[in-house]
C-alpha cells in the first residue's frame, strides 16, 4: 500500500481509552432497551456535564479541542429522573395515529348544543397542547445531550402533543361544528407559562401542575363525551399525559431529595404565575359552559345545573390529587395546599 493512502490518527493517548469488549443483550420480547444501554462509560451520568463534550454522546472519547456548545442546562439534578430511560421507552411504545387509530367513520351526529360543546373543548384543548409541545421544544436544545435520556424522553412528548393538537383539530372540524372562541384569559395564563425561562419552574408548572391538572381534565372528558369516538379521543391523549406527569413526579421527587432549597423556588414560581391567572380573570367561560353542557347533557337549565355540579366536583377532585402529588415529591402539606390554591385560583369566580 503506498505511504500516501494510510490514513493518519491524532494521537489521542491524552484523550482517554475508549470502552471495549461492551456486550449489551437484548431481552427476550422487548429488544435492546436504553436502561441496558447505561453500561461502561456510557452508564456514567456526570453530575455536573463538562462544557467541551459537544453532541457526543456519553461514553465517548472526545477531542480536547471540541468547542464549547454552549448548554445552559448542565447541572443532573435540573433534568434527571431515576426512571426516565423506562419513560423513554414507554413513549415510544404509546405512540399512536389520530389518522388512523380514531374511528372518525363512526362519529354519529350529535345534538347541536352538545356537538358545539365538543368542539369549544377541543379549541381549547388545542391552546395547551400547543403550550405542552413548545415549552419543552423550547428547553431541549439547552440541555446538555449527557443527559440523552431526558432529550430523548422530552422529543417523545413534543410528537405526543403534536399529535393531540392534530386530533383535537380533526375532532372539532369533523361532525358539522368548526373551531370556536378563544379567550383571552386563557392565552394569558399559557404566555405566562411559555414565557418561563428557568427549566426547572416551566417543568414543575407544566409537567406537575398543568399536565397533572390536564390529564384529570382529560379523564373527566372521557366519561363525560356525547359519543365513543369522541371519547376514544380524550382517553390516548390522557394516556400520553400520564407518562409526562410521570416524569414531573419523578424528577421533581429526585430534585427536592437532593436539593430541597429548590422548594422555595417553585412556590415563588407558582405565585408568580398566579399574577397572570388573576389579570386574566380566571378560566374561560366558554369552556366553563361547554363543559357543563356535556356534564349535564344538553344546555336546558336544568341540565346546567347539573353539570354545574359535577364541573365542581371535578375541580374539588382536581384540588386534592394536586395536594396529594406534591406530598409525595416532597413539599410538606401547608405548601401543597397553598400551591394547588394558587394554581386553581382561576376558576373561583365561576364556581
Not at 173 to 182: M, P, T
Request: net charge negative; glycine share 8%; charged share 25%.
Amino acid at each position: 500500500m503506498a505511504d500516501d493512502a494510510i490514513i493518519q490518527l491524532p494521537d489521542t493517548s491524552t484523550w482517554g481509552t475508549p470502552d471495549w469488549g461492551i456486550r449489551v443483550d437484548p431481552k427476550t420480547g422487548k429488544g435492546l432497551l436504553m436502561r441496558d444501554c447505561q453500561v461502561g462509560k456510557a452508564g456514567e451520568v456526570p453530575e455536573t456535564a463538562l462544557p467541551n463534550r459537544g453532541l457526543a454522546q456519553r461514553g465517548s472519547i472526545v477531542d480536547p479541542n471540541t468547542p464549547d456548545f454552549g448548554f445552559t442546562i448542565r447541572e443532573k439534578t435540573d433534568v434527571w429522573a431515576d426512571n426516565i430511560a423506562d419513560l423513554y421507552e414507554q413513549g415510544k411504545a404509546g405512540q399512536w395515529d389520530a389518522t388512523t387509530d380514531i374511528p372518525w367513520q363512526d362519529l354519529p351526529e350529535l345534538p347541536d348544543d352538545l356537538e358545539q360543546a365538543v368542539c369549544q373543548i377541543c379549541t381549547f384543548l388545542i391552546q395547551n397542547e400547543y403550550l405542552a409541545m413548545y415549552l419543552p421544544a423550547k428547553f431541549m436544545s439547552r440541555i446538555d445531550p449527557q443527559f440523552t435520556e431526558v432529550v430523548l424522553f422530552l422529543s417523545t412528548q413534543v410528537m405526543d402533543e403534536a399529535r393531540h393538537a392534530e386530533v383535537f383539530t380533526k375532532r372539532a372540524l369533523a361532525n358539522g361544528g368548526g373551531l370556536q372562541y378563544v379567550s383571552a384569559a386563557t392565552e394569558w395564563s399559557l404566555k405566562s407559562l411559555l414565557s418561563q425561562d428557568n427549566y426547572s419552574n416551566g417543568s414543575f408548572l407544566m409537567h406537575v401542575l398543568g399536565e397533572g391538572t390536564f390529564m384529570e381534565l382529560l379523564m373527566f372528558l372521557e366519561e363525560i363525551a356525547p359519543d365513543p369516538v369522541t371519547a376514544k379521543a380524550f382517553r390516548l391523549a390522557r394516556q400520553d399525559e400520564g407518562r409526562h406527569v410521570g416524569y414531573g413526579i419523578s424528577h421533581f421527587s429526585y430534585h427536592i431529595d437532593r436539593d430541597p432549597s429548590i422548594k422555595d423556588q417553585l412556590l415563588a414560581a407558582a405565585e408568580e404565575r398566579t399574577s397572570f391567572l388573576q389579570q386574566a380573570s380566571g378560566t374561560s367561560p366558554f369552556v366553563l359552559k361547554a363543559m357543563m353542557t356535556l356534564a349535564g347533557g344538553g344546555s336546558h337549565p336544568d341540565q346546567l345545573a347539573k353539570g354545574r355540579a359535577k364541573v365542581r366536583e371535578l375541580y374539588e377532585e382536581m384540588h386534592g390529587k394536586r395536594v396529594r402529588e406534591l406530598v409525595s415529591i416532597g413539599f410538606d402539606q401547608e405548601a401543597a395546599e397553598r400551591i394547588s390554591e394558587l394554581h386553581g385560583a382561576g376558576v373561583r369566580n365561576f364556581m
